[in-house]
């Protein structure tokens, strides 16, 4: 956040980042809207009050990265599973 309080030339504490990171489930983007974040807890509420309208499952995360951590490991996982399946019909 140094950097970004330095571009914006407000202290950090004064900035509110949220995330909501995108995972790839084709066609259920507003379902797979859950897992949410923030760079401190006014951030993370002012997700939350969003994200509770449109979103019927909300995850919270400990931190912005942990978010993103979350979503890189369901998308691996989801790839992963695509793939085997395409090796084993070549292999067929």
């Given at each position: 956040m140094p950097l970004l309080a330095q571009l914006?030339?407000?202290r950090e504490e004064n900035l509110f980042i949220s995330m909501c990171p995108e995972r790839t489930v084709e066609g259920k983007a507003l379902q797979e809207l859950m897992i949410i974040s923030g760079n401190n807890q006014t951030a993370l509420n002012m997700a939350r009050r969003l994200f509770?309208?449109?979103s019927p499952r909300i995850i919270e995360a400990q931190s912005l990265e942990e978010a993103e951590l979350a979503k890189l490991y369901c998308n691996t996982y989801r790839d992963?599973?695509?793939s085997v399946?395409?090796?084993f019909c070549l292999a067929a």
């Open positions: 914006s030339g407000k509770e309208k449109i992963i599973n695509f399946g395409n090796a």
